[in-house]
């Protein structure tokens, strides 16, 4: 068996020494780096080669790469390097690695080729000045030999312990059962249905009832089928940290269940969660666990390892026994995990790390994507961006004079995009072409300066109007029938205040690459119905499957009640308090125990609570507020206690909404005083009129089935397991309706009668 590594993976594996250091240094562009090369072997003379695909084997493990380029005539080996700034302030462990790449490079060409001697060389090329920086020296095949043998003795223990581990980890999931005594009903359905996914090679689609234990059904399903379908590597993604904390327990269950498994398990957890020196750069001068990162990461590598299980707190007692970053351990170590459990950031994020990996290292991947309802629109959210004017004024204030003038440009080109917002009456279809050229050519200007600053004194605001117009740049080169302009107009110090926005509606065009670099996708949740709007919104391929699993649930478990004699819609609110109040109390009354009612908005639940507390004084009662922390949802959370009786007000689709289990008599029933239809505001008639004209159903893709998901998924706390009783109140009118209802649960059996 062999193990193939790339040439700049062994590199960095064996070569990288060092500090850590992030110190901000603007790096061209995918495309400014094909470019450069592009112009850089435009410059040679005939005969010049380019993009060189070299092998070389040493014992099991297999090399592979692409040489920049040969020049026949100085037999000359070119290493090739896009950069913008001085070279003199770039770290010395980045020019040594460079070097190894282009010493194994040098003997992997002198092999194929019979030479005896080599020129290598390093061209820096400056994507700003076009300017050249070449540094070059003479090496022989010999020593060029040594050197590349090296480097594979050093990474060949490592590879043989890797195919190992991969051989015993395969040998394990082949053999794995399931960890339960049995399939809880419908658990087996959906994890065949996401074995024959990766059999097949496909993306499904897994509508599951809550409670049936979708978590462990989809790991150890993923999981089992890795070996006989070469799977590397498994990301399971969630929404939020409650969905990571089930697929970390899952994980943990597998492996108490079958313990000589060697499956490592790790958790990524966000930057701003993970650092230990918030208020230190990401450098050796500053932060004392990026000095000497690359010298130590080899022995914390190795016993983060050991562990197997890796969640963030393992991790980060690993990297800080060892003094290095646990954030940037994390990344280090996807390249050895084989159960990843991140964000849908990681994945599916115009800048997502893990799809980046797997594409460079050609990875063959099995994605899991928990709670996949809230997959729509938090995509609008990653490929959407915006721009203040305000903002960028202030950063002009305080810029080098370079930066002050493009800056002025863009200003005068603000007054052209008003002009031409005004024309079009508020409904823009494209960016005017100057204020385009003007964020470019002040993108360049930033860059510049910030290239030129001391290492670690840029300054903050500067960098973050550059990313913040970077990445809305980037979004207008791809700007089309899936994303709006949205102009705003307004006064900040007596001066004219715009904001543009690019508002993604339809994210399927940037999510299919996510879809198509995956051996098996499946996206899962207790509310995917009607499966055509979900294949529309997100792109999924054509032959993409869809699986309704059977609810285990017997439909006296809950009684359902419209409560269609009221009506919840924003004129109408203030006659609903009292008949809501009422219904809630009467249900008190007749069953105490622990309810959740859920409203449309915080001034809903505001104005309900308040009236409740005037009247039920003697009824335990909490509220959800506005932008509560962890700890006090969590104190939320811990009211429902066993054989507890009290009223929980929340907001429909918020935190208690989705994704807490609340099992017994914790919860009892719940009220849903809304149809969770989002507002109607022009963003939202805009992307009506969008959905409308491109699927034909805008209407149901913008209001009725984003709403009706909020619905189910919150009546969805109620039963959690096949012992559970409750009641789910349903108050509006338009609940009655049949296209409406004909979203709701099918082992739902709605209760006779209407209730006042």
């Given at each position: 068996?062999?193990?193939?590594?790339?040439?700049?993976?062994?590199?960095?594996?064996?070569?990288?020494?060092?500090?850590?250091?992030?110190?901000?240094?603007?790096?061209?562009?995918?495309?400014?780096?094909?470019?450069?090369?592009?112009?850089?072997?435009?410059?040679?003379?005939p005969?010049?080669?380019?993009?060189?695909?070299?092998?070389?084997?040493?014992?099991?493990?297999?090399?592979?790469?692409?040489?920049?380029?040969?020049?026949?005539?100085?037999?000359?080996?070119?290493?090739?390097?896009?950069?913008?700034?001085?070279?003199?302030?770039?770290?010395?462990?980045?020019?040594?690695?460079?070097?190894?790449?282009?010493?194994?490079?040098?003997?992997?060409?002198?092999?194929?080729?019979?030479?005896?001697?080599?020129?290598?060389?390093?061209?820096?090329?400056?994507?700003?000045?076009?300017?050249?920086?070449?540094?070059?020296?003479?090496?022989?095949?010999?020593?060029?030999?040594?050197?590349?043998?090296?480097?594979?003795?050093?990474?060949?223990?490592?590879?043989?312990?890797?195919?190992e581990?991969?051989?015993?980890r395969?040998?394990?999931?082949?053999?794995?059962?399931?960890?339960?005594?049995?399939?809880?009903?419908?658990?087996?359905?959906?994890?065949?249905?996401?074995?024959?996914?990766?059999?097949?090679?496909?993306?499904?689609?897994?509508?599951?009832?809550?409670?049936?234990?979708?978590?462990?059904?989809?790991?150890?399903?993923?999981?089992?089928?890795?070996?006989?379908?070469?799977?590397?590597?498994?990301?399971?993604?969630?929404?939020?940290?409650?969905?990571?904390?089930?697929?970390?327990?899952?994980?943990?269950?597998?492996?108490?269940?079958a313990?000589?498994?060697?499956?490592?398990?790790?958790?990524?957890?966000?930057?701003?969660?993970?650092?230990?020196?918030?208020?230190?750069?990401?450098?050796?001068?500053?932060?004392?666990?990026?000095?000497?990162?690359?010298d130590?990461?080899?022995?914390?590598?190795?016993?983060?390892?050991?562990?197997?299980?890796?969640d963030?707190?393992?991790?980060?007692?690993?990297?800080?026994?060892?003094?290095?970053?646990?954030?940037?351990?994390?990344?280090?170590?996807?390249?050895?995990?084989?159960?990843?459990?991140?964000?849908?950031?990681?994945?599916?994020?115009?800048?997502?790390m893990?799809?980046?990996?797997?594409?460079?290292?050609?990875?063959?991947?099995?994605v899991?994507?928990?709670?996949?309802?809230?997959?729509?629109?938090?995509?609008?959210?990653?490929?959407?961006?915006?721009?203040?004017?305000?903002?960028?004024?202030?950063?002009?204030?305080?810029?080098?004079?370079?930066?002050?003038?493009?800056?002025?440009?863009?200003?005068?080109?603000?007054?052209?995009?008003?002009?031409?917002?005004?024309?079009?009456?508020?409904?823009?279809?494209?960016?005017?072409?100057?204020?385009?050229?003007?964020?470019?050519?002040?993108?360049?200007?930033?860059?510049?300066?910030?290239?030129?600053?001391?290492?670690?004194?840029?300054?903050?605001?500067?960098?973050?109007?550059?990313?913040?117009?970077?990445?809305?740049t980037?979004?207008?080169?791809?700007?089309?029938?899936?994303?709006?302009?949205?102009?705003?107009?307004?006064?900040?110090?007596?001066?004219?205040?715009?904001?543009?926005?690019?508002?993604?509606?339809?994210?399927?065009?940037?999510?299919?690459p996510?879809?198509?670099?995956?051996?098996?996708?499946?996206l899962?949740?207790?509310?995917?119905?009607?499966?055509?709007?979900?294949?529309?919104?997100?792109?999924?391929?054509a032959?993409?499957?869809?699986?309704?699993?059977?609810?285990?649930?017997?439909?006296?478990?809950?009684?359902?009640?419209?409560?269609?004699?009221?009506?919840?819609?924003?004129?109408?609110?203030?006659?609903?308090?009292?008949?809501?109040?009422?219904?809630?109390?009467?249900?008190?009354?007749?069953?105490?125990?622990?309810?959740?009612?859920?409203?449309?908005?915080?001034?809903?639940l505001?104005?309900?609570?308040?009236?409740?507390?005037?009247?039920?004084?003697?009824?335990?009662?909490?509220?959800?507020?506005?932008?509560?922390?962890?700890?006090?949802?969590s104190?939320?959370?811990?009211r429902?206690?066993?054989?507890?009786?009290?009223?929980?007000?929340?907001?429909?689709?918020?935190?208690?909404?989705?994704?807490?289990?609340?099992?017994?008599?914790?919860?009892?029933?719940?009220?849903?005083?809304?149809?969770?239809?989002?507002?109607?505001?022009?963003?939202?008639?805009?992307?009506?009129?969008?959905?409308?004209?491109?699927f034909?159903?805008?209407?149901?893709?913008?209001?009725?089935y984003?709403?009706?998901?909020?619905?189910?998924?919150?009546?969805?706390?109620?039963?959690?397991?096949?012992?559970?009783?409750?009641?789910?109140?349903?108050?509006?009118?338009?609940?009655?309706?049949?296209?409406?209802?004909?979203?709701?649960?099918?082992?739902?059996?709605?209760?006779?009668?209407?209730?006042?």
């Amino acid at each position: 068996m062999q193990y193939s590594v790339a040439v700049r993976a062994l590199c960095e594996f064996t070569a990288k020494r060092g500090d850590l250091d992030l110190r901000f240094t603007p790096s061209p562009s995918a495309q400014e780096g094909m470019a450069g090369h592009q112009l850089v072997a435009g410059r040679r003379g005939p005969g010049y080669e380019t993009e060189i695909s070299l092998r070389g084997e040493f014992g099991p493990l297999v090399v592979r790469g692409r040489a920049d380029g040969y020049d026949p005539h100085a037999n000359r080996l070119e290493e090739i390097k896009t950069h913008r700034g001085d070279l003199r302030r770039q770290p010395g462990n980045h020019r040594l690695l460079h070097w190894a790449q282009a010493k194994v490079y040098g003997w992997l060409f002198c092999q194929e080729r019979g030479l005896d001697q080599i020129d290598l060389a390093l061209v820096y090329f400056d994507v700003t000045t076009q300017q050249e920086t070449c540094f070059v020296e003479t090496h022989s095949a010999e020593s060029l030999r040594v050197f590349y043998e090296d480097r594979c003795r050093e990474f060949l223990a490592w590879a043989e312990r890797e195919l190992e581990h991969r051989r015993q980890r395969d040998l394990a999931l082949a053999a794995l059962a399931f960890p339960h005594a049995g399939f809880r009903p419908g658990q087996r359905e959906l994890a065949a249905a996401v074995y024959r996914g990766v059999t097949a090679g496909r993306c499904l689609l897994a509508q599951a009832p809550t409670g049936i234990g979708k978590t462990i059904a989809t790991v150890f399903s993923m999981l089992k089928a890795a070996p006989a379908h070469g799977v590397d590597k498994v990301f399971y993604l969630t929404a939020k940290t409650t969905g990571r904390r089930l697929a970390l327990d899952a994980a943990a269950l597998l492996g108490r269940s079958a313990p000589a498994m060697p499956l490592r398990v790790l958790e990524l957890t966000a930057r701003d969660k993970a650092c230990e020196h918030p208020d230190k750069a990401c450098h050796g001068d500053a932060c004392p666990l990026a000095r000497g990162f690359y010298d130590r990461l080899p022995a914390a590598r190795d016993a983060a390892l050991d562990e197997r299980f890796l969640d963030g707190a393992t991790l980060r007692d690993v990297a800080l026994r060892h003094h290095v970053c646990p954030y940037y351990l994390s990344q280090e170590l996807v390249r050895w995990a084989d159960l990843m459990v991140a964000d849908y950031n990681y994945w599916f994020d115009g800048s997502a790390m893990l799809y980046a990996m797997t594409v460079a290292g050609d990875w063959r991947v099995g994605v899991l994507a928990d709670e996949a309802h809230n997959l729509v629109e938090r995509a609008r959210s990653m490929y959407s961006a915006s721009l203040q004017q305000a903002s960028l004024r202030t950063v002009r204030s305080t810029a080098a004079a370079p930066v002050r003038q493009a800056l002025a440009k863009l200003g005068r080109q603000w007054s052209a995009l008003r002009k031409a917002d005004t024309q079009a009456e508020g409904k823009l279809a494209s960016l005017p072409g100057g204020f385009l050229v003007a964020l470019k050519q002040a993108t360049l200007a930033i860059e510049a300066q910030l290239a030129e600053s001391a290492p670690g004194a840029a300054d903050a605001g500067l960098q973050q109007a550059y990313f913040d117009i970077l990445g809305f740049t980037r979004l207008a080169e791809t700007f089309g029938s899936h994303s709006s302009l949205e102009v705003t107009h307004a006064k900040a110090a007596g001066r004219d205040a715009t904001t543009v926005r690019i508002q993604n509606m339809v994210p399927a065009s940037f999510l299919k690459p996510r879809f198509a670099a995956a051996r098996a996708v499946t996206l899962f949740s207790a509310t995917l119905n009607p499966p055509r709007y979900h294949m529309d919104m997100l792109g999924l391929p054509a032959d993409a499957a869809w699986i309704d699993v059977e609810s285990p649930f017997r439909p006296e478990q809950l009684e359902v009640h419209l409560v269609s004699t009221i009506s919840t819609r924003y004129p109408d609110r203030h006659r609903s308090i009292a008949p809501i109040v009422r219904l809630i109390t009467d249900q008190f009354t007749r069953r105490p125990g622990n309810y959740l009612a859920f409203f449309s908005s915080f001034q809903y639940l505001d104005m309900v609570a308040a009236d409740f507390s005037r009247c039920h004084a003697d009824i335990p009662m909490w509220v959800q507020a506005r932008g509560m922390d962890e700890g006090q949802r969590s104190a939320f959370l811990d009211r429902f206690v066993p054989a507890g009786a009290g009223i929980g007000f929340a907001v429909l689709g918020g935190s208690f909404g989705e994704g807490i289990d609340l099992r017994g008599d914790r919860l009892v029933g719940a009220f849903v005083a809304t149809l969770g239809l989002p507002q109607v505001n022009p963003r939202n008639e805009q992307l009506k009129a969008c959905l409308d004209a491109v699927f034909g159903a805008g209407y149901d893709y913008t209001y009725l089935y984003p709403g009706l998901q909020k619905v189910v998924q919150a009546a969805g706390r109620v039963i959690r397991t096949q012992e559970d009783q409750g009641v789910v109140y349903l108050i509006d009118d338009r609940f009655a309706r049949p296209a409406v209802r004909g979203l709701l649960p099918q082992w739902w059996r709605i209760a006779p009668g209407r209730l006042a």
